[in-house]
C-alpha cells in the first residue's frame, strides 16, 4: 500500500491517472481520495522548519516532485525564511536491485540516508558542493531521506542518483 497521505481536494484526478493533478500543502484535514495510488508513490514528503536544525514544528509541508533547487538568496516559500532554514525530505521508492550512485549537493549543509544508513554526511557550512556515494539497493521498497540546512546568502539543494557501473 502506498501513498504519502490523503490529499485534500475534491475533484483530484481529472486525467483519471490514479493520483492527484497538483502537489499541495496538507493541512491536516483528510478526505477519500489518496494522494497516489498503491504502490506508486510520486514525490517527496518535504518538512521546511524556520531554523537550522530541524527543531520543532515545520512552519511547511508540501509534496516536492524531485529535490532541485537553486534558491539563490530567496526562500522556499514565504512561510519560510531566506537564511537559517532547514528542510527533512523523506519518501518511500522501488528499485531494481543493484549498485547506485546517489549524488548530493547542498550550500549549506546537506546528508542522506537509505533505509536509516546515512550514506552521505555534509552537514556544514559551505558554498554549493557536491557529494556522492555508492549503495547497493536490494529490490523493492526502500526508504530514501535528505535533511538540508540553509545558513546565509546561497541556498541550493539538489539529490539524484543513478545506477553505478
Ligand atoms: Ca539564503
Ligand atoms: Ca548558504
Known sequence: ??????????????????????????TG???????VKENAW??????YFANMSLSGSPVLT???????????????SVLVPAQEFSVRWTRMLTFTEGMYRFHT?????????????????DWSNHS????????F????????KVEYFEWIVYAVAKAWWEVAN
Not at 510520486?42 to 518538512?47: A, Q, T
Open 42 to 47: 510520486i514525490g517527496w514528503y518535504g518538512e
Open 105 to 121: 549537493t547542498g550550500d549549506d549543509g546537506i546528508r542522506l540516508w537509505g533505509d536509516g544508513v546515512l550514506a552521505i554526511d
Open 128 to 135: 554549493a558542493r557536491e557529494d556522492t556515494a555508492d549503495v
Open 29 to 35: 484535514g483528510q478526505d477519500n481520495l489518496p494522494w
Open 62 to 76: 508540501r509534496t516536492d516532485t524531485s529535490i532541485d533547487f537553486d534558491w539563490g538568496t530567496g526562500s522556499p
Open 1 to 26: 500500500m502506498g501513498g504519502n497521505f490523503w490529499s485534500n481536494w475534491t475533484s483530484p484526478d481529472s486525467k483519471n491517472q490514479g493520483f492527484v493533478d497538483f502537489p499541495y500543502v496538507f
Open 137 to 144: 539497493m536490494t529490490a523493492g521498497q526502500h526508504n530514501l
